[in-house]
């Protein structure tokens, strides 16, 4: 079962009818695999060639620079954190248990910058040369996701037949992070013990994660209909956008989206092949989040699909709720 794909190209000139039906496969792959690809997102294929380049820049800089950046043990994800210093198993789909408590080993490195306007969780940048060129570049592409962010909650509020804004409006003030990974080469032999994994299986937390990924492959999503069995999510080029839905999506909707299990593993196409090295494999997720006082309860359309006592015991701001779940991730490496 492939990832459903919508090019947001088509929406500029499409009818009524063609209208319905590239909303309907954007929201109804978000209602069923929590996973869709996006083309025609308007990010120029220049500034991701850019983005890509600086991701490689900034992970080949010395550790002595990276680690005046330094990730805090509290609050959200902001600053860099070596390899095995995040264990995203702490935020997997065994919080939800569905499966044993087992932590595994993530092989990766990776940075998060918040936005500039952030003075409560400001993100501590490096300190080195280029450092600045680097800061400057990063902010400018967390505003560029922050526009697409909006565009797809738009999308999403009238795919859903929702009020104008009743998604946005919990998140107007530009929440979240952009996060750049650098997963090391690494023997597949390593990856097929099953404790091991670039990145462990785990949800995000937010509301909608915006992913541009290279060629070497690895990611896979958990079937919604399957549990336990996981399928390929690829991109064509750095240039398709994957879009999956984060915990806080799924519990405004009370569980009509879903906030899929993934994970970073070996391509399929090596799973026979123990010999070989994987190559370095590079990412970067903007991770969009609600306003820092929004509530984490369910949207009132829907609402009468939970339980009260299930209405009755969502309590916890947002902010609150990411401070949680980031925090387990450090307290478990």
Not at 49 to 57: A, N, S
Not at 206 to 232: A, K, M, N, W, Y
Not at 274 to 281: E, H, L, N, Q
Request: proline letters at 6%; a negative charge.
């Amino acid at each position: 079962m492939a990832v459903a794909a919508v090019d947001l190209r088509r929406l500029e000139r499409a009818g009524p009818a063609e209208r319905e039906r590239i909303l309907r496969t954007f929201v109804e792959s978000c209602a069923s695999q929590g996973f869709v690809k996006v083309t025609g997102h308007g990010i120029p294929a220049a500034q991701l060639k850019e983005l890509f380049r600086w991701t490689r820049e900034f992970f080949d800089f010395p550790a002595a620079v990276k680690q005046t950046a330094p990730r805090p043990l509290t609050g959200p994800n902001r600053g860099y954190i070596a390899v095995g210093g995040e264990k995203l198993s702490g935020i997997s789909g065994y919080m939800k248990g569905v499966r044993d408590p087992v932590m595994h080993n993530d092989v990766k490195e990776s940075f998060d910058a918040g936005p500039a306007y952030d003075q409560v969780h400001p993100t501590p940048w490096p300190v080195g040369p280029r450092c600045h060129e680097f800061r400057d570049f990063m902010e400018d592409f967390l505003e560029e996701c922050l526009m697409v962010h909006h565009e797809l909650l738009h999308l999403l509020e009238e795919a859903m037949d929702l009020s104008h804004h009743e998604l946005i409006s919990r998140c107007s003030a530009g929440n979240g992070e952009v996060r750049i990974t650098h997963y090391p080469p690494v023997p597949v032999a390593r990856l097929k013990t099953g404790s091991t994994y670039r990145i462990s299986e785990h949800t995000d937390v937010g509301i909608l994660t915006l992913l541009f990924q290279d060629s070497v492959g690895g990611l896979e999503v958990e079937r919604q209909d399957h549990s336990g069995e996981f399928i390929p999510v690829e991109s064509s080029s750095v240039n398709e956008m994957i879009v999956n839905c984060g915990d806080t999506l799924q519990r405004w909707t009370a569980n009509y989206l879903r906030s899929a299990n993934h994970r970073v593993t070996y391509p399929q196409g090596l799973k026979e092949d123990t010999d070989v090295v994987i190559p370095a494999r590079y990412s970067v997720g903007f991770f969009g989040k609600a306003d820092m006082s929004a509530s984490m309860a369910a949207l009132p359309k829907f609402a009468s699909r939970l339980s009260q006592t299930a209405r009755d015991t969502e309590t916890r701001t947002a902010q609150e709720y990411y401070n949680y779940m980031h925090e387990r991730t450090v307290a478990a490496a």
